[in-house]
């Protein structure tokens, strides 16, 4: 791969290393599967930076939602949403390490230079406007942990101070391992490794937390099948279902991705490590994360929430309190802290990369050092939500420009003069644009009503229903009110469980 073409990072850094694995890659494309699985297994990287954005705050608050909200009915949505989410990935990796070209030139040339810049833009803003989330629900976990401790009280000086010690540690943490990934191929290394423990310590942190509900509740494991199986659509749920299929993905993901498989000097020997580097590092531990929250979010939340969108990770880690106990509430606070900085540190490698690009600039230390701070600004999300027009502005811009990139995907991902023979043919390549196809469609869909929502909604305030008006003198209906009962979605309360007070609302952050 030309240094003209690709990123002059890896390919420029270890040259030798690079053509080491290409030699080794082609001997291992010979080998049975399960060989050639145990040799991936080695050299995966990329996709663990994808599953660490996408496993940020708003995964974590639209998981404790639907737990609470739904139970186990919704929990077949998120690996839907992940796996459309990897056909599109696969097309891109594709169609990128097929020519070896950074894809913000190469989509300026061959489609529009309009394309290109609107893409990175939205990258931009998003990876911005979303950093404030992160902080926010780092520095809220950081505080309940303080406050399961003793540490500080419910409210005073205390908390802020708590609040802004959580956001300068992990600002200062994903500085240093976010300039190593910028300083040389052992730079990546590093950084992939320390993204790497963070999501295993996630997925430990929320494991613990499930086994110990089967321990001490005896949760139905039949249930948790057919919550994954049996597409269930509860009512009430197909736009919480066609809104989460759609924005699984985030339009900085697909920024990302092919610059971080061009970082490590990946070419079209890698692709068959690339696609189960998908699987393997994006897909399952975004589904093993979000299915165990939901999970647990459900036993914490037995008795349906009437408004869960007033529900956020830290009151479920203080509603877990009641049934594990504080060790279970101090690991859940963990989990979501892990979550919240594997996040912050990718939304600042994809702006190292896109300033470059938006700019012309050629790629270096310095610049991808300086412009990795970008985000940074998000650090206020410690004490302050992003104001109101922010998210507005970034939902109408970002959300539009998903549809957008994909369908940029799928045109170079079929376009022969420019990847020749890796469009595929055959029953194959027909099946694989179906694919596209379908979540093309599911994304569209969904930044619609993402849109209506978090944009539309929020500019134009849909009217208040009507109050009821008051029955006539010497009429009324004196027969009690019937309180219909709650629907139960986990498994049996206990009883300190069932007599909880309902959850004081807060401030969900926005995705």
């Given at each position: 791969m030309a240094e003209s073409k690709g990123l002059p990072m890896a390919a420029k850094w270890d040259p030798e290393k690079i053509a080491k694995d290409n030699a080794y890659l082609q001997d291992l494309e010979k080998k049975p599967f399960f060989s050639r699985i145990r040799g991936y297994a080695k050299m995966t990287g990329p996709a663990w930076l994808q599953s660490a954005m996408t496993l940020g705050a708003g995964s974590a608050v639209a998981s404790v939602v639907a737990g609470a909200k739904y139970g186990y009915d919704l929990l077949w949505v998120q690996p839907v949403a992940m796996l459309l989410g990897i056909v599109m990935f696969a097309a891109l990796g594709n169609w990128v390490l097929t020519t070896?070209?950074?894809?913000?030139?190469?989509?300026?040339?061959?489609?529009?230079?309009?394309?290109?810049?609107?893409?990175?833009?939205?990258?931009?803003?998003?990876?911005?406007?979303?950093?404030?989330?992160?902080y926010g629900l780092a520095s809220?976990?950081?505080?309940?942990?303080?406050?399961?401790?003793g540490v500080v009280g419910a409210t005073g000086a205390g908390t802020y101070a708590v609040r802004i010690a959580a956001g300068v540690l992990i600002l200062c943490i994903n500085i240093l391992t976010v300039w190593n990934y910028g300083s040389g191929a052992k730079g990546i290394k590093i950084y992939e490794t320390f993204l790497r423990w963070?999501?295993?310590?996630?997925?430990?942190?929320?494991l613990f937390a499930v086994i110990w509900f089967f321990v001490v509740r005896g949760v139905s494991g039949g249930r948790i099948l057919k919550g994954f199986f049996g597409f269930t659509v509860p009512e009430g749920s197909i736009t919480v279902i066609l809104g989460a299929i759609g924005a699984s993905v985030g339009i900085n993901m697909t920024f990302l991705y092919p610059y971080s498989i061009l970082a490590k000097g990946w070419g079209k020997h890698h692709k068959g490590l690339a696609r189960w580097d998908l699987f393997s590092s994006m897909l399952l531990p975004f589904v093993m994360v979000t299915s165990l929250i939901i999970i647990a979010s459900a036993n914490a939340f037995p008795n349906s929430v009437a408004?869960?969108?007033k529900l956020s990770p830290a009151i479920a880690s203080k509603a877990l309190a009641d049934v594990l106990g504080p060790a279970g509430r101090i690991i859940f606070d963990l989990g979501f802290f892990g979550m919240a900085a594997g996040a912050i540190s990718t939304h600042m490698v994809v702006c190292g990369f896109t300033w470059c690009e938006m700019l012309g600039l050629e790629y270096t230390t310095k610049r991808f050092r300086l412009f990795a701070l970008t985000p940074s600004i998000g650090i206020l999300?410690?004490?302050?939500?992003s104001p109101l027009w922010m998210p507005v502005v970034a939902s109408a811009i970002c959300l539009t420009m998903l549809p957008i990139a994909y369908i940029i995907f799928f045109v170079m991902n079929n376009k022969r003069s420019c990847i020749g023979d890796?469009?595929?043919?055959g029953i194959r390549r027909v099946a694989f644009n179906l694919a596209m196809l379908v979540a093309i469609t599911l994304a569209t869909v969904g930044a619609g009503i993402k849109i209506k929502g978090g944009v539309i909604d929020k500019i134009f305030p849909p009217a208040k229903p009507a109050a009821p008006q008051a029955p006539a003198a010497g009429g009324a209906d004196t027969k009690p009110a019937v309180v219909p009962a709650v629907e139960s979605k986990g498994e049996a309360p206990t009883t300190q469980a069932a007599e909880k007070k309902a959850p004081a609302p807060t401030t969900q952050p926005a995705k």
């Open positions: 070896g070209e950074r894809p913000y030139k190469e989509v300026s040339r061959e489609l529009h230079p309009s394309a290109a810049f609107l893409w990175a833009l939205a990258t931009i803003i998003a990876s911005i406007i979303w950093h404030f989330p992160q809220a976990v950081a505080l309940d942990l303080a406050q399961a401790g963070v999501i295993r310590i996630v997925i430990l942190a929320f408004d869960a969108s999300g410690v004490i302050m939500p890796a469009v595929g043919r």
